[in-house]
């Protein structure tokens, strides 16, 4: 069975960085598309960023583009999300998910296509 399994979070002043790390067991290689996704309180699981098997192709919410930077390593099952000049805004839980199927470009909105890590909080405040 799959697991993800996110690391990396914390507290971080206004204008800090941090570096949430996903590793996926259970599988023999890191070919799929992966992403992260965050829920702040009382809201609902909104995307932050995608990047696809090969790490060729990435995408990101308008509100983190061009502070945030999605990359993966293949060799090690692993997906990292470095978040620069971060924002009280950007406090929330952050999620790793991954596409079932090998190869992919994109993550689905199926979620019978989809595994979810347990989260990992990220506090931004001064």
């Known amino acids: 069975q799959v697991e993800l399994r996110e690391s990396g979070g914390g507290l971080a002043q206004p204008g800090g960085s941090l570096r949430l790390s996903c590793s996926a067991s259970?599988?023999?290689?890191?070919?799929?598309?992966m992403g992260w996704f965050r829920q702040a309180p009382g809201k609902g699981r909104d995307f932050v960023s995608s990047?696809?098997?090969?790490?060729?192709?990435?995408n990101y919410a308008s509100s983190v583009k061009g502070r945030f930077t999605i990359s993966k390593d293949n060799a090690k099952n692993t997906v990292y999300l470095q978040m620069d000049n971060l924002k009280p805004d950007d406090t929330a839980i952050y999620y790793c998910?991954?596409?079932?199927?090998?190869?992919?470009?994109?993550?689905?909105?199926?979620?019978?296509?989809?595994?979810w890590g347990q989260g990992t909080q990220v506090t931004v405040s001064s």
């Open positions: 998910a991954s596409h079932t199927r090998a190869y992919e470009t994109f993550l689905t909105r199926d979620p019978n296509l989809t595994i």
């Open positions: 259970g599988r023999t290689h890191g070919n799929y598309a």
């Open positions: 990047i696809s098997y090969n790490g060729d192709i990435t």
